[in-house]
């Protein structure tokens, strides 16, 4: 379903990732562990269209969206959606305008039964009309996700999402978000460091060792 | 004190006076004045907001020379660039001797209708919008335009959808300091004899000797202000900011003709708002020179350096003092509110100030209830009256240099003390 092949890539001037490589079936949700600076959320963006590379194939349910670590594709066109560590919410809009930004050619109704749909999924309905800052981070970030899912994308690609929430509410979100992805079928990547995290919610693990990816 | 003294002028009416200024002159003064402002207003925002956001969100060719070359209009006050774009563009300017005589073009009045002046207030002050929208962009998280990207968003979806919407507050600032500017320019529309409610106060004064008539217009003139303000302060809404993000890296490169289209595009705006009139004006003064020069240019020289130095010196001083508290967590309400009446000022335009702050020495020196005063009154009046401009020039920076404090504070952007010297045209 997604293949990255033969990554490589650079980040602040270290060579970080050499020979990455990567293939999920449809459905899987997969942790990527590595300790900062180690390429993971360069990888991340790399196969989200928003960075290049030195070198570096993806395909996706068939296309090729990138060769030779530059993007055929670009991020507005490739059905990837991703959960960012700051969350990323739009201040100016509400919660129904932010989750419907993403699917603003579908009409209003259908518009209005996804926004529902998604709410209930991750269990916060009645918030339609609020703004992301009136809402705690935890909701804030599950939010974020039903903005991410909205658009039904191929991939969903998850940035430490859960690194800026305190322990307890972590580990609730966690096991909250790792149903929300099983329920929509959609296939992940969860990019961390902590490793209790990814056990929880991943169905494979993969660490950055030595420029490589290693699967447990 | 001037606001209070320019409402003060309608308990002495002129009645003959004021029938005529309000038959004759009002009606056509307030829809020049008000098709001045529209058109400026939506010029400075257009041109501010658009080249903003292309030096921030994109990269293309030449951008980081351009994005600081963008503020040096701010050098140039607004009369002198309209002087350089009449002495080219008016009837017996080489330009349009060219049109008409080259080109076989016929030629045009740039005083008629008031695109020129427009034109001409868009190129100089379109940089308070630039800088303040500038900020703002720089501010935006570029996790959120990435976002927007991600979900389906075009270049142009985003800048409308997000980018454009989260800078409004910043642009709206920008875009009210604008429009107070251009209400309290005097040189440009005297260079282009068009008449606002600023000439029409100078005129009252000065043509028909009345210092209420004066008042009485500048108090309209506050009304304005206050008006702006108020629209300014309701369009900032509810909008959030966002810290600084510590990526360089711009969201959209624009590389092949697109890329070179903008630098070119950005380029032109640089070369008519300043590099051109610049080298206009080095050139007239390489021709003029060895005639024009003589002594009483050090004269001006010095009263313009004396002038300008301690106006900055005084307005740095007052602004960081009254910024200061700002700083404190814990703000007494006295204090504050203190402070706000002292920069309440900035919707002062200069006139209303200068007429305000003469219009109460007059009546004082009209008054005589002590002589000390009335004898010293005229005794210093020429000094005063110096002090008094220079007062003007300073409480006028010092607004503005509030303004901007204030916008900073507000926007998150700068955790000291900012200050910005305003140049303008009084001198």
Same mark, same amino acid.
């Given at each position: 379903?997604? +293949? #990255? ?42 196969? +989200? ?17 990138? *060769?030779?670590?530059?993007?055929? #594709? ?5 059905? #990837? ?13 509400? #919660?129904?305008?932010?989750? *419907? ?42 939010? =974020?996700? +039903?903005?991410?899912? =909205? ?40 990019? *961390? ?8 919610? +991943? ?10 990816? *290693?699967?447990? | ?47 501010? &907001?658009? $080249? ?33 774009? $009449? ?32 034109? &001409? ?11 303040? &929208? ?50 309290? !320019? ?8 068009? !008449? ?10 000065? !043509? ?90 050090? !004269? ?19 602004? &960081? ?107």
């Amino acid at each position: 379903m997604l +293949a #990255v092949n033969d990554l490589s890539l650079t980040y602040q001037n270290n060579e970080v990732l050499d020979g990455f490589n990567l293939e999920l079936d449809q459905g899987d949700i997969f942790a990527l562990l590595g300790d900062s600076g180690s390429g993971k959320s360069s990888a991340l963006r790399f196969i +989200a269209g928003l960075d290049n590379a030195n070198q570096g194939r993806v395909e996706l349910d068939g296309h090729q969206l990138s *060769t030779d670590g530059k993007h055929q #594709v670009t991020p507005e066109s490739r059905e #990837v959606g991703m959960v960012f560590q700051d969350y990323a919410l739009f201040p100016h809009m509400t #919660v129904e305008k932010n989750i *419907t930004f993403g699917i603003s050619d579908q009409s209003k109704s259908e518009q209005q039964a996804r926004v529902k749909e998604l709410l209930s999924l991750i269990g916060l309905k009645g918030i339609e009309k609020k703004y992301p800052h009136q809402l705690s981070g935890g909701e804030q970030q599950r939010v =974020a996700l +039903a903005r991410a899912l =909205a658009p039904s994308p191929k991939l969903l690609l998850l940035d430490e999402p859960f690194s800026s929430l305190d322990k307890k509410h972590r580990d609730q979100l966690v096991d909250q978000v790792r149903s929300i992805l099983k329920k929509a079928q959609v296939t992940s990547i969860l990019v *961390t460091h902590d490793e209790d995290e990814a056990n929880v919610l +991943a169905d494979k693990v993969g660490t950055i060792q030595d420029k490589r990816l *290693t699967i447990k | 004190m001037p606001i209070f003294v320019v409402a003060l002028s309608w308990l002495l009416p002129e009645h003959e006076l004021w029938a005529h200024f309000s038959e004759n002159l009002l009606p056509s003064l307030v829809s020049s004045t008000a098709v001045l402002l529209v058109g400026v207003g939506i010029g400075v925002t257009l041109l501010g &907001t658009i $080249l903003a956001y292309l030096v921030v969100m994109v990269e293309f060719p030449g951008r980081k020379w351009l994005e600081w070359a963008l503020f040096l209009p701010f050098a140039i006050p607004a009369y002198v660039l309209a002087f350089v774009y $009449l002495g080219v563009f008016d009837y017996s300017g080489y330009a349009q001797v060219w049109m008409r005589e080259v080109l076989g073009l016929p030629g045009f009045d740039i005083r008629s209708g008031s695109w020129a002046i427009i034109l &001409t207030f868009v190129l100089v002050f379109y940089p308070y919008v630039y800088m303040m &929208t500038r900020a703002s962009f720089k501010r935006q998280k570029i996790n959120m335009i990435e976002a927007g990207k991600l979900l389906g968003a075009s270049p142009i979806k985003v800048f409308f959808k997000i980018s454009l919407p989260l800078a409004r507050p910043a642009a709206a600032a920008g875009l009210l300091v604008t429009l107070m500017e251009t209400l309290a !320019d005097f040189g440009v529309v005297g260079l282009f004899n068009y !008449d606002t409610f600023t000439t029409a106060i100078y005129s009252a004064w000065g !043509d028909y000797r009345s210092v209420e008539v004066a008042a009485q217009l500048a108090s309209l003139l506050v009304l304005v202000a206050f008006f702006l303000i108020y629209f300014e302060k309701k369009a900032r809404g509810q909008a959030k900011y966002y810290s600084a993000d510590v990526s360089n890296k711009k969201p959209y490169q624009a590389s092949g003709v697109v890329g070179w289209l903008i630098s070119l595009f950005v380029l032109g705006v640089f070369m008519l708002s300043f590099a051109m009139p610049m080298l206009q004006l080095v050139a007239w003064g390489w021709e003029s020179v060895g005639e024009e020069w003589s002594a009483k240019y050090f !004269d001006l020289i010095s009263s313009t350096s004396v002038l300008t130095v301690s106006a900055a010196l005084i307005t740095v001083a007052i602004a &960081t003092v009254l910024a200061l508290p700002g700083r404190c967590k814990q703000n007494s309400i006295w204090l504050s509110s203190v402070i706000r009446m002292a920069t309440l000022g900035y919707a002062l335009p200069g006139s209303v100030m200068a007429v305000g702050l003469l219009y109460g020495i007059n009546q004082i020196s009209e008054i005589n209830i002590h002589l000390v005063v009335r004898v010293l009154t005229i005794l210093f009046l020429d000094r005063l009256l110096c002090y008094y401009l220079l007062m003007c020039l300073v409480l006028w920076q010092l607004l503005i240099a509030q303004l901007m404090h204030r916008l900073s504070k507000l926007s998150r952007c700068i955790p000291k003390v900012r200050v910005y010297w305003a140049h303008h045209d009084y001198v």
